[in-house]
């Protein structure tokens, strides 16, 4: 039998500064989606770095 295990994902702090028009931007589209703001810039950045071009 396989036992269940509860997992926590570790997590750093760090600052970044970014431009208020994209951080206006990105705290509606969270909210309209109904997610946190980090949640969503942790995908953002993720789906990015999936499909980013390395061949450059």
Request: one cysteine or more; proline letters at 4%.
């Amino acid at each position: 039998m396989i036992m269940f295990r509860v997992s926590k994902p570790e997590y750093s702090n760090k600052t970044f500064r970014m431009p208020n028009d994209l951080i206006l931007e990105l705290e509606e589209l969270a909210q309209d989606k109904g997610v946190s703001l980090n949640q969503l810039v942790i995908q953002c950045c993720k789906y990015a770095l999936d499909n980013l071009d390395r061949e450059d």
